[in-house]
Structure formats: C-alpha cells, structure tokens
C-alpha cells in the first residue's frame, strides 16, 4: 500500500498575505511563527501507512484516552530546508534524519516508516511552503517531523494507531545574538539517560526530563545545561539539546561516545569534516574532572556545541555549583569557526558539496 500513497492536498482558506508572511520572516523567533501548512499520515495496524494529506496547519481532535497523553509514545526529528544564493532549496543529509527516525521509532515500540515516504513529505511541505523560508543570511526553514501515538484506549501496550506529521517554522539564530561563544551549567542533581534506556532516541520525554535541569541553568545564568553520566556522574555526555566537542593543544578533538547520547547529525558531519581536515578524532569519555584539568593548563584550547538548530556554538565558560572556569580565550577558537564555516558554507551551498549531501527540492 506504502509504494502506491499519494498525497491529497487541501487547499488552505485562506493562506498568510504576502505582507503579512514577510515581515514574520524578517526576523523571526526560534520555532515562534508557524508556516501556513503540514502534512500527516496514519497508520494503523490494519491498514499501514495510509491517508497522506497535505492540509492548513492546525490542531488535532484527540480524545482524552489518546495513547500519547498517558504512555508518551512520541518522536520527532529536526532538520533545516536553506535556499541558495541561486535561489535554489536544499535539504542537508535528510537521508541521515530519515534513519535516525526509523531508530527511535524501533526504540519506542513504534511503525517505522520507509524512508522514501520520509522524505516525500519533507518534500511534500517544503514545495507548498517554499515562500517561507528566509533569505537572509541565518535564515531558514526549520523542519519538525514527529509521529504520536493516536490510539484511544487505557493499557500498557504499544499503540495500534500512529499520525506522522510535519509542520515548519522559518528561523534565524537559535541563540539570541548569534554565534556568540555561550555559557554551560554542568548538572549535579539530574541525568538525562543511562544504559539501556532511551538516550539515544529522539523522545520527547528525553527533553522532558531535561527541562528542570535546563531551568536551573537559565537561573545560573547559563544558555545550556551539560550532563553527566547516569552512574558515575563523572563522565560528561551532552548537552540539553546539542552534543559536545573538545579540542585540545595538538589540534585533536574529542566527543563523548555514544549509547546513552543522540546520534547527531551535526555531530556526524562535523567529525567527518574535521578528520579531512587532518585532525585526530576521537570518541572516547572525557570526565568532568579532566574538562576542569585541561581547562586551566591550557591543554583544552577550545570547545563547542553542535546540532541542528545551533549549527556550532563555541563554548566561552562553564560553571557548576563549585565554581567556574572558562576555556581558551572565553571566545570561538579557530578549529570551531573553521568547522561552522565550512559546514554552514555547505548547508547554504557556497562551499563545494563534495559528500553529495545537498538534497535538492524542485
């Protein structure tokens, strides 16, 4: 039935003025201003995947033994559309994002769905909502594609229903003034996952159960909070929202492996970037301890954040309950800028993609 879906479409009533749409797009709020639609499609056990729609973006009708609100069968994904200096709009490696959905859809008991139809929906909403996306520079369409379980009932058990969906949001900088170096909190009170659960899907609950630690960082006036193992509480593994990096004096990097952390796509990207060009990179646990060491000997030269909605941010300072300690010059390094430039340069198709992974939408 998948090979054969097609996607009906719903004419919107009455879709945002042009006005109106480009003065939202000027300058917009991180995941604030909502384009005019979405596209869904359901399965259920019986019928698979069926009903792909694209429609006027709104609310769903959910009964209040909806399997989502009391079992928390929920995924999602984030990626960005960019359009080109040529005009043209591309996805980056949406491949990678389709895979990784498949991943925590096999982790939360719930359908996967064939990557082909993944990606024709991206597509699908891409093309309808292709005059949202900004021009300008930093601009672009954030993509959210997530699926719920939409099953009426009151028991333990995978859901028997599902809705897919993607909706999108034009964006600018995920950190309010730019690229700016940004401030860390390291959480002493709370993990983020541990072996064997669910570190390494994209659940919502993840985000969830990081939320409180986040609120404590913003209190500390931090911009992110950054876990640390589940066990030892020793080991650093990532952030909220972003995995983390570390460049030492002899120019190599490291990054905490992974298993109870998400497999990022920046991450992925970056660590191919950074071996080309000619740095050592490693996957290896580096302690909380070790970070405050490398710090404040000068050994640990640089560090960053990555992921889709901050591309990389540099790391300035970090502060824990027992004080704080900056790294290098409390500012972006060479290595980090090197690398933002070159993969933001990518993404926004001024440098050649020779990785081929530019996935162009007619």
């Known amino acids: 039935m998948t090979e054969s879906l097609t996607f009906a479409a719903i004419p919107h009533a009455s879709p945002t003025p042009a006005g109106t749409r480009a003065a939202l797009i000027e300058k917009p709020d991180f995941g604030r201003v909502p384009t005019d639609h979405m596209v869904t499609i359901k399965w259920s ?5 069926h009903d792909a729609t694209v429609l006027a973006r709104g609310p769903f009708q959910l009964d209040p033994a909806c399997a989502v609100l009391h079992y928390a069968q929920e995924i999602f994904e984030g990626m960005k559309a960019y359009r080109t200096a040529d005009g043209a709009i591309t996805l ?11 991943e925590s859809a096999e982790r939360m008991a719930m359908p996967v769905i064939p990557e082909e139809l993944f990606l024709a929906a991206i597509e699908e909403l891409v093309r309808i909502d292709a005059d949202w996306i900004p021009a300008g520079e930093g601009g672009s369409l954030y993509i959210r594609p997530f699926m719920f379980a939409s099953e009426v009932f009151l028991g333990v058990k995978p859901a028997s229903e599902y809705i897919f969906c993607v909706i999108a949001s034009p964006v600018g900088a995920y950190f309010k003034g730019g690229s700016k170096a940004i401030t860390l909190w390291v959480s002493e009170h709370y993990s983020r996952a541990a072996a064997g659960g669910t570190g390494a899907a994209k659940c919502g609950g993840n985000y969830a159960g990081s939320l409180v630690a986040q609120a404590e960082a913003i209190k500390n006036g931090c911009d992110q909070v950054v876990f640390l193992d589940a066990a030892e509480h020793r080991w650093v ?11 030492m004096d002899d120019g190599s990097l490291i990054t905490p492996p992974l298993g109870t952390i998400l497999s990022g796509i920046t991450r992925n990207s970056i660590m191919e970037l950074a071996r080309a060009a000619g740095h050592d990179v490693r996957e290896e646990p580096y302690s ?37 300690f900056a790294i290098g010059n409390s500012g972006d390094g060479p290595v980090t800028t090197a690398l933002r430039d070159q993969l933001v340069g990518i993404q926004r198709g001024n440098v050649a993609d020779d990785r081929k992974w530019l996935h162009g939408v007619a």
């Open 92 to 102: 980056f490696r949406p491949e990678e994002n389709a895979r990784r959905f498949n």
């Open 288 to 324: 909380f301890d070790q970070w405050q060491a490398d710090a404040r000997s000068g050994k640990l030269r640089e560090a960053f954040a990555c992921g889709t909605a901050a591309v990389v941010a540099g790391i300035g300072e970090v502060r824990h309950a027992g004080g704080s």
């Open 237 to 247: 593994e990532e952030l909220g929202g972003m995995n983390i990096f570390f460049v």
């Open 45 to 49: 056990v019986d019928k698979g995947w």
